[in-house]
């Protein structure tokens, strides 16, 4: 989504990846189902998206999946 062009957003994907991989899941994996978690977060920031705002959104992302 566009509202990820914004400074920070970047950092907290590659903090997803991260987390991801510190749990032993395996690189590509890791890499895949961070994308997607960040791109479902930033969905439902809207168009006033900030990192901050962004990682509010990602423990509500992951419980969907539970």
């Known amino acids: 989504p566009a509202s990820l062009a914004k400074g920070g957003s970047g950092d907290v994907l590659s903090g997803i990846i991260g987390a991801l991989l510190a749990k032993n899941?395996?690189?590509?994996l890791?890499?895949?189902f961070?994308?997607?978690i960040h791109s479902k977060a930033a969905q439902q920031g809207g168009k006033e998206m900030t990192a901050t705002n962004l990682v509010?959104?990602?423990a509500k992302?992951?419980?969907e999946f539970d």
């Open 30 to 32: 890791a890499s895949a």
């Open 61 to 63: 992302i992951i419980k």
């Open 25 to 28: 899941i395996d690189p590509f």
């Open 34 to 36: 961070g994308v997607l």
């Open 56 to 58: 509010a959104n990602i």
